[in-house]
């Protein structure tokens, strides 16, 4: 029967049960070398088919250990583990057990299994036992291991993969297993298999915690390889997450001072409500801005604005949860002031009172400063990342020093016939190519196939420097070539510079230490001389040196696609949140000025981009947002709520946002300023052209827009709510919900 104490009952065995089911699923799906979403496939569907034709509490639906150990064991010597084929396999396979399950339960067979011994019942169970625990041990060391050997060969593999364990992981698993073993021992009647996990849970939690916020726990230790710009996330992270934190606690205060204030959940009330909505935009336009970072050619700039933009949310769960429940049971004692005696009140009126010189005063230092950006070239010395206190940097620099050719290029050089690197003619022509290349500054050696024809020739003429020469004959190069290649040790040919079926050769050329415009520059004029002198042989240069060449432009025309639609969706996220089209176009221009100052001044200081900062833009584009819309929300809020005109509503919105926008964006640029003294130049360059654009974003938002608002929006303005929730009573439950 069914009844309040019942449903009760079941809902918390339900919850229990759920509990339970996740982390065995993943372990079930572990076990069968599937991947960890099968698990909860077969943790799911098959109790919903079961519950159609009736069950029982004794009933078992869905995969046991055995059988995941049995499909694992059988399966794995047919497919990789976890692999398409396997996939298709296993799905196969439950088919046919169930098939023959559903044979056995027609006929009733079970009575089979009354005949098994009990000592085969224990050894089985054992011997399962005891494969769960080898084959888990690569789990719990952080590595992978070949789940279908035998057991001696599996032992074997232990002590390969222990050098290599992954400590995190170990720990994180001692404490898992520890825990869930105490408990069993010591508090009989606890549930030991919740409370291992959850003891897991904090473990790793407390690693995130201390080697970075949530970001490390979304992307798990040991699960994929850092470089070094994602390294920074926890630092951008942090800064980042502090704004909202300030934001809410600036008005937090302001309403404790407030000659009206009636507690501290009142006044927390009352910061909820007017920040959940710039809080929720600003968080998710940040992320917006982040995310496009995807579009990058360089995979850890995707790794960087991933990290971050999972940081950020995160962060604004915790600024509107547990930030609200913590400053409501915290004791607070704040002076009363009068917000219009404040600084930012002052400051307010200087901007109302000189709004007009401000205005065309600012326009003409951003169109001066934006006018200098062509003096930006595009520019790279991939070498010289690391600054010279890097011991990497020290030795590169004494290699190019004394020896050169750090940096080489490679050109194919096709024939167009079989057989055709014997014809003296072609030969001829590389030779030239060569000397060509030679007596370029930039390189340093030239390596190529003629040098070895030439040689062979004086060899077998008494060494003659007269015969340092090509061979006449296409026949006598052939000689020479199997000669040479017969005369080579063992597992020596020349395949690294000839083609299997000898119709094309490979020249190699090193050069000195070159920034992209150099390397660039020589290419293009080997192009030109081939062009010019060989038509037929006419290539381009490959090779590390060439990709990375390139890849700086690559990276800047990605990211004007990442800046566009990022700026589109910022545009719509904006007019969504001040719900008025008129100004969240307006609050565009000072979202795109700073970054055109920015790169303005390293114009006139610097001139040379590369590929560290071309991500500078499409990452702070969604940063600088969360300023103006602070200050657009305030304005709104004032215009529509109080009727007040724009220079009033200038007044309010500084002197009720004004500190927490100066607060947050001094902590953003000291935040990266700190990651500007990297010694990585991705890092250090990113950092302190980031800096500098929010520096510049927050005078923007000061001198810029404000005056900019009183000249263009001199309408009443309607008394529109400008909430993102439509109904009062949702956000006013929300806001509750925080507080209790």
Known sequence: MLDRETIRA???????????????????????????????????????????????????????????????????????????????????????????????????????????????????????????????????????????????????????????????????????????????????????????????????????????????????????????????????????AIANSVHILVVFYHELSSATSSGRQEAMRESLRINLQPIFFTSLTTIIGLLTLNFSEVPPYRDLGNFVAAGIGVAFILSITFLPALMSLLPARVRRIQAESTAMGRFGDFVVHHRYWLLWSMAGVVIVLVAFIPGNRINDVYVHYFDESVAFRQDTDLLDKHLGGLYRIDYSLDSGESGGVNEPAFLYKVEAFTEWLRRQPEVTHVDTVTDIFKRLNKNLHGNDPAWYRLPDARDLAAQYFLLYEMSLPYGLDLNSRINVDKSSTRVTVATLVLSTREVLALERRARAWLRDNAPALSTEGTGPTMMFAHIG???????????????????????????????????????????????????????????????????????????????????????????????????????????????????????????????????????????????????????FLPPLLMKIDRSRGSQRNDTFFPNRKIRACIIRGFLK
């Open 10 to 240: 079941d809902l918390i065995a339900g919850v229990v049960a759920g509990v339970l089911i996740l982390p065995q699923a993943i372990a079930l799906a572990t076990l069968a070398g599937m991947p960890p979403e099968y698990g909860f496939y077969t943790a799911i569907f098959p109790v919903i088919i079961a519950s159609l034709y009736g069950s029982s509490w004794h009933t078992l639906s869905g995969p046991n250990t055995a059988m995941c150990i049995m499909i694992g064991s059988v399966l794995g010597f047919y497919a990789g583990l976890g692999t398409e084929d396997y996939i298709t396999y296993a799905i196969t396979l439950s088919f046919m057990v169930g098939a023959i399950q559903l044979v056995f339960g027609i006929l009733r067979l079970g009575i089979i299994f009354s005949y098994f011994s009990h000592a085969a019942m224990v050894a089985i169970i054992t011997g399962v036992g005891m494969i769960i625990i080898v084959q888990q041990v690569g789990n719990f060391m952080g590595q992978v291991m070949n789940i279908p050997e035998p057991i001696e060969d599996t032992f074997f593999q232990i002590f390969y993969i222990l050098p290599h364990a992954n400590w995190y992981a170990v720990l994180v698993g001692s404490v898992t297993v520890v825990s869930g073993l105490l408990v069993k021992r010591y508090l009989k009647g606890w549930p030991h298999l919740i409370i291992c996990v959850i003891a897991g849970m904090l473990a790793a939690k407390g690693l995130e915690l201390f080697l970075g916020p949530a970001t490390v726990g979304i992307y798990k230790l040991g699960t994929m390889s850092l470089s070094p710009l994602p390294f920074s996330a926890p630092l951008v992270i942090l800064t980042m």
């Open 553 to 703: 432009a690559r990276n800047i025309r990605a990211m004007l696609v990442a800046t566009t639609l990022a700026l589109i969706l910022i545009s719509l996220m904006l007019i969504l949140a001040l719900r008025s089209i008129r100004i969240g176009l307006i609050s565009i221009i000072p979202n795109l000025i700073p970054a055109g100052m920015a790169f303005g001044l390293w114009g006139i200081f610097v001139g040379e981009i590369g590929l560290a900062l071309s991500v500078v833009t499409t990452m702070t584009l969604g940063i600088v947002v969360d300023d103006t819309v602070h200050f657009l929300s305030k304005y709104l809020r004032a215009r529509r709520e109080q009727g007040v005109s724009p220079e009033d509503a200038t007044r309010y919105a500084f002197s009720h946002v004004g500190i927490a926008l100066i607060i947050t964006s001094l902590v953003l640029v000291a935040g990266f300023l700190i990651i500007s003294l990297s010694s990585f130049y991705p890092n250090s360059g990113m950092g302190l052209l980031t800096a500098m654009v929010l520096l510049l974003a927050l005078l923007a938002d000061f001198l």
